[in-house]
């Protein structure tokens, strides 16, 4: 996946798996890749993702 970045621990809004969740490398958009859900980033609204710890 060219211009992505992986997000190691974070959780899919939509389908919730983890480690599926990549980030556009200018941070414009982020997508799951096992269930296609899409998001693109509004400048003047911050995104949270839900990360995953192994605690």
Do not use: T
């Not at 992986?6 to 096992?34: R, T």
């Amino acid at each position: 996946m060219k211009d992505y970045k992986f997000i190691a621990g974070a959780l899919c809004p939509q389908c919730g798996e983890i480690d599926s969740i990549v980030l556009k490398n200018d941070d414009s958009e982020i997508k799951c890749v096992l269930c296609n859900y899409f998001k693109k980033k509004d400048h003047n609204q911050i995104e949270s993702i839900r990360i995953v710890s192994d605690d």
